[in-house]
């Protein structure tokens, strides 16, 4: 019972570095999600892809970028990590794009820049 | 715009007590509410949800009703367990529908 799946759990990067968070679904979704967690502020949404090849900006989306490869994989990057993107991400998915249908959460990936 | 205010935590109470977490929103039109649990180093699960007012959600005990009155979603169990700590999210579904807006959590800790 896999469900979603995201690597790494953990990563250190300087600022300055370059990464890519990959996330895995095997419910045949249509729809994917990334999310960014801070202490105090919920979740807060930074890209979404409605289907297998479209990606649209989120509520927060400045400084990364996202690919969907094809319909189980959607990953996110950050080209120049910065000490604000220190965070934990989510990435999560749903049957379809709306909220209704229920979002799917893979364990997280906590991220620090120093 | 939208908002969701959750009570703050920790949120600390004994075995087999009475659970209160408090919700309350902003919102136009006729949102759907809901709310997730987080158990530790996992990720966010779905735990019941709420598509229009008067409307009761509920799942393994918990329960949530839709108060439009009030702008309410407070969730509720009549006696807690130990297995019950975690982080329970408040959320609404935004003006687009798909994307949701998403409460601080409230951290809720079960002493045996």
């Known amino acids: 019972n896999a469900g979603v799946t995201q690597t790494p759990k953990f990563q250190v990067l300087k600022t300055g570095q370059s990464m890519t968070l990959q996330c895995a679904q095997d419910m045949n979704h249509n729809s994917m999600y990334w999310y960014r967690q801070d202490p105090g502020m919920g979740l807060r949404l930074i890209y979404y892809?409605?289907?297998?090849?479209?990606?649209d900006k989120g509520e927060v989306p400045n400084g990364y970028n996202v690919s969907r490869l094809n319909k189980r994989e959607f990953s996110l990057r950050l080209e120049s990590a910065a000490p604000s993107q220190t965070s934990v991400y989510f990435c999560?998915?749903?049957?379809?794009?709306?909220?209704?249908?229920?979002?799917?959460f893979g364990s997280g990936t906590r991220l620090t820049v120093v | 715009g939208n908002s969701v205010t959750q009570m703050e935590g920790p949120v600390t109470l004994s075995e087999e007590a009475f659970l209160t977490i408090n919700c309350t929103y902003t919102?136009?039109?006729?949102?759907?509410l809901f709310w997730y649990v987080q158990y530790p180093g996992e990720g966010l699960q779905l735990l019941l949800k709420?598509?229009?007012a008067d409307d009761k959600g509920s799942n393994k005990g918990f329960e949530a009703t839709y108060r439009k009155e009030t702008t309410s979603f407070h969730l509720e169990k009549g006696s807690v367990q130990v297995s019950d700590s975690a982080v329970y999210f408040c959320?609404?579904?935004?003006?687009?529908?798909?994307?949701?807006?998403w409460g601080a959590g409230t951290k809720l800790i079960i002493k045996p």
């Open positions: 999560a998915s749903s049957e379809a794009l709306a909220a209704n249908y229920g979002y799917t």
């Open positions: 709420a598509t229009k």
């Open positions: 892809s409605a289907s297998e090849g479209t990606t």
């Open positions: 919102a136009t039109g006729y949102p759907s």
């Open positions: 959320a609404l579904s935004g003006d687009s529908n798909y994307q949701l807006i």
